[in-house]
């Protein structure tokens, strides 16, 4: 059976709607877990990996975590949730089967819930 892909995104606006400086933030954390690749994939230590990627959502930078990662590789994962709640970043989870979910009241999701 095939699972749709969920993502956490990380969003460059804080919980009190501030922009998130440095304004590279999202390549730089992308950047910290581009070691992070499937396995066969080339070890290019240029390319971001499949499991964070740098986006810009509604004209803001976020950074896109595949949920896979949770599993795959659980310290990367827990180091980018306690990077957004320790700048009190915006997270939403969203998955391809719907859209995005956050917790009432626009307030962070607890993110070390299981998915």
Not at 36 to 65: M, Q
Request: charged share 20%.
């Amino acid at each position: 059976m095939n699972h749709p892909v969920r993502h956490l995104i990380i969003h460059g606006r804080t919980l009190e709607g501030q922009r998130f400086r440095p304004s590279d933030w999202a390549e730089r954390l992308a950047g910290v877990l581009s070691s992070f690749k499937p396995a066969g994939l080339p070890r290019n230590p240029l390319a971001y990996s499949p499991y964070a990627t740098p986006r810009v959502v509604d004209g803001v930078p976020c950074v896109l975590i595949d949920h896979r990662l949770r599993q795959l590789e659980p310290l990367a994962w827990k180091f980018a949730c306690d990077f957004a709640e320790s700048n009190h970043l915006k997270t939403t989870d969203v998955g391809d089967d719907g859209p995005p979910q956050e917790a009432a009241g626009g307030e962070q999701a607890p993110l070390s819930s299981a998915a």
